[in-house]
């Protein structure tokens, strides 16, 4: 587990160098409305205060608006203890998305998400980039991979010439059980490690009312991350189809059965609204025909008013717990990247020796196009010579050994619940959009958008 004793920031030696310190803690996402939450001081103020009671150390903000002040708010998380996991993408930069036939990175999406990372890079107190959110939503999605991966790339690459810190970089997946494996590992194998992202986090939304880390399925996320070489987390969970929520995952996540591995997790959500996963409210619902301040019905600033029980239980849950960790004077990685997963038709459509695609390389029948490293094609995400099959511990062979064919019984076999937030890097469902944070050492709570 890449992780160590606190989430900090810190100086180097060096003239205007920083390093982030990751650890497992607890978060909470943070998104109000599709406007910049982390430009609007008085709000954050209200809000951070109650964060800070509930016991959150980081909060995960899906959209921003680089041109916006945002020094208030930032020094009022800081005050409060609170690090900053934010989306670098934008409503109009995604990789994938409705209109989106083929994936897409291109020169456009890069300026926008270094125009990001130049207004927060220097704040302490940001923790890291998310490069996307459930870009990848079903087998037919695995083309979208490689995009996710160059935008890593390209977006490490930027921090790096601009003599940034070393800010983690990474991605947030859907908990789809024919992808989950495959795609897990892709975003961090392979000998060059400047192409591998820095963390991984899962949406997952499979522990429902009083279930056990058997029961749950969360033995088989355990077991298929237990050499996993990069930090992986919960970046969404918190399944409201039995209420109250107890939140007895935490006790699971945090605790021994998975704190030495997995490094936190993202519940959803903070602001209460029609899907019914909110940790607070600014009110009773508006009527119908309010405007001011209110979208979909409910009011979207204000004094935060805990929900009951759920914030408290919540609450409760988080000061019983004391995840594993290491100091930072201890702490060495020792982790050897995972192998790359071959392609299996229909399952895992990617070359495990395919380049990875330039800015603007276009997708050719919805494949990357162009030459691959290793003597391989990547036209059509194939290679000249075909890979395993999950079955015999090709594409599906998971961090932790486990094959995709154990990981989809896993998910079958468990009080399984759908994303929230599926398809939120394709856009918007209906106003509002969810949101989750980092947690490469962070148990959270997600907001909506």
């Known amino acids: 587990m890449a992780t160590s004793s606190s989430l900090r920031a810190r100086k180097d030696p060096g003239p205007q160098r920083y390093y ?143 003599g940034y810190r070393s800010i983690p970089i990474g991605y947030s997946a859907a908990d789809v059980p024919s992808l989950r494996p495959m795609l897990q590992n892709y975003l961090a194998c392979g000998s060059n490690q400047s192409e591998a992202l820095d963390f991984f986090g899962l949406n997952a939304y499979e522990w429902c009312g009083e279930s056990t880390f058997e029961q749950s399925g969360y033995q088989f996320l355990q077991q298929n991350a237990s050499d996993y070489n990069i930090p992986i987390f919960f970046s969404e969970t918190g399944c409201q189809t039995v209420k109250p929520r107890t939140f007895g995952d935490q006790a699971a996540i945090l605790g021994d059965d998975m704190s030495g591995t997995w490094s936190g997790a993202i519940i959803y959500e903070w602001i209460e609204e029609t899907n019914d996963y909110g940790l607070i409210s600014y009110g009773t619902p508006a009527p119908a025909t309010a405007t001011a301040g209110v979208v979909a019905g409910y009011t979207r600033s204000g004094t935060p008013i805990p929900i009951s029980p759920d914030f408290s239980n919540l609450k409760a849950q988080w000061a019983t717990l004391s995840p594993a960790s290491v100091s930072e004077a201890a702490y060495t990685q020792t982790m050897s990247p995972v192998a790359c997963p071959d392609y299996t038709a229909g399952a895992w459509e990617v070359s495990s020796g395919a380049s990875l695609p330039t800015q603007g390389q276009a997708a050719e029948n919805g494949r990357v196009s162009g030459s691959a490293s290793s003597g391989s094609s990547a036209v059509n995400g194939q290679a000249s010579s075909t890979g395993g099959s999950a079955s015999s511990g090709g594409s599906g062979t998971s961090a932790g050994g486990a094959s995709a064919t154990s990981a989809a019984a896993a998910a079958s076999s468990s009080a399984s619940s759908a994303s929230p937030t599926a398809g939120r890097g394709s856009g918007m469902a209906g106003t509002m959009v969810a949101l989750w944070a980092l947690a490469m050492g962070i148990a959270g709570i997600a907001v909506v958008l």
């Open 20 to 162: 982030t310190v990751l650890t497992s803690n607890p978060g909470v996402a943070y998104q109000l409305t599709e406007d910049d939450p982390l430009a609007q001081p008085t709000q954050c103020a209200l809000d951070a205060a109650l964060m800070k009671e509930l016991g959150a150390n980081s909060i995960r903000v899906y959209h921003v608006d680089p041109t916006a002040s945002h020094d208030d708010c930032m020094k009022t998380f800081d005050d409060a203890g609170i690090y900053i996991w934010l989306d670098l993408d934008t409503f109009s930069t995604y990789i994938m998305g409705p209109g989106i036939a083929s994936p897409v990175w291109n020169s456009t999406m890069y300026e926008a998400y270094g125009q990001v990372m130049d207004a927060f890079h220097n704040y302490d107190n940001l923790a890291g980039f998310f490069v996307g959110n459930e870009v990848l939503t079903t087998a037919e999605n695995s083309n979208a991979a490689p995009y996710v991966k160059a935008a890593g790339r390209d977006m490490k690459s930027y921090r790096d010439s601009k």
